[in-house]
């Protein structure tokens, strides 16, 4: 298991990005599979650093990779606690202008993404994806 620890602050994107993508070339991914993957880890990285943590606040955030057939991602911080899988998806029925903001990088997260996974405990947010090699193997 590889694990990075970034203070939670957009500027550190890249950072955690270039943490998964030297992970991700160490297996066979598909490039579709791996552009997905980073993705959803630029989105879920982005908004822990820009909720997580009120403003006066600095915290953390632990990113592990670990590969068991599939990418398996995990992100842990000590922020407030957010279930992003409660949110409701957004309709695409609605005319983008009349839509809530909101919502939209959850719902591709959890469509490009084969797992996506929330647990509250020990006081941190622990926010699970996983994805398969070939990026075939979602459940839908």
Same mark, same amino acid.
């Given at each position: 298991?590889?694990?990075? !620890?970034?203070?939670?602050?957009? +500027? !550190?994107?890249?950072?955690?990005? +270039?943490?998964?993508?030297?992970?991700?070339? &160490?297996?066979?991914?598909?490039?579709?599979?791996?552009?997905?993957?980073?993705?959803?880890? /630029? /989105?879920?990285?982005? !908004?822990?650093?820009? $909720?997580? $943590?009120?403003?006066?606040?600095?915290?953390?955030?632990?990113?592990?990779?670990?590969?068991?057939?599939?990418?398996?991602?995990?992100?842990?911080?000590?922020?407030?606690?957010? #279930?992003?899988? +409660?949110?409701? +998806?957004?309709?695409?029925?609605?005319?983008?202008?009349? &839509? #809530?903001?909101?919502?939209? %990088?959850?719902?591709?997260?959890? !469509?490009?993404?084969?797992?996506?996974? $929330?647990v509250y405990a020990g %006081?941190?947010?622990?926010l699970t994806i996983s994805? %398969?090699?070939?990026?075939?193997?979602?459940?839908?």
């Amino acid at each position: 298991m590889a694990v990075i !620890n970034v203070k939670a602050k957009t +500027d !550190n994107t890249g950072k955690a990005m +270039d943490f998964v993508a030297a992970e991700l070339k &160490r297996y066979d991914f598909t490039a579709a599979a791996r552009a997905e993957i980073l993705i959803a880890v /630029e /989105e879920i990285f982005v !908004n822990i650093a820009s $909720y997580a $943590y009120d403003p006066v606040e600095e915290g953390d955030v632990r990113l592990s990779v670990v590969f068991d057939g599939k990418a398996v991602i995990q992100f842990e911080d000590s922020g407030l606690p957010f #279930n992003p899988l +409660d949110r409701c +998806d957004p309709d695409p029925d609605i005319p983008i202008l009349e &839509r #809530n903001i909101g919502g939209l %990088g959850i719902h591709f997260v959890k !469509n490009m993404m084969d797992d996506v996974e $929330y647990v509250y405990a020990g %006081g941190k947010n622990i926010l699970t994806i996983s994805k %398969g090699l070939s990026g075939s193997d979602r459940v839908s």
